[in-house]
């Protein structure tokens, strides 16, 4: 079966990731979620984020990856949209065996 992938990036500090998995579970129904939690990373600022034993950071880089058929991560990043930042968005298709 072919699908396709999405991986969407954002930090946790301002909890999109809770908000972004809470409507592809409820409202789209995907078939998959993941939400991984980075250990360290960088963006456009090129400011690094990362996590150290000494120090607790709340602004961990955060990807949720989802896949579906085309067709409903078309819809699903659609409605989303608003939530996520221009350029954080990664489509690709896959075989889902």
Do not use: C, W
Not at 24 to 53: C, I
Not at 79 to 97: E, N, Q, W
């Amino acid at each position: 079966m072919k699908v396709t992938v999405a991986r969407i990036y954002v930090t946790e500090g301002r909890h999109i990731h809770e908000k972004v998995f809470q409507q592809l579970h409820d409202d789209h129904k995907v078939m998959g979620v993941t939400v991984y939690r980075g250990v360290t990373g960088f963006g456009k600022s090129g400011e690094t984020h990362a996590s150290a034993l000494l120090d607790l950071s709340f602004d961990l880089p955060v990807v949720v990856e989802f896949f579906d058929t085309a067709e409903n991560v078309k819809a699903a990043l659609g409605a989303i949209g608003d939530l996520i930042a221009p350029g954080h968005v990664l489509t690709f298709p896959a075989d889902f065996s």
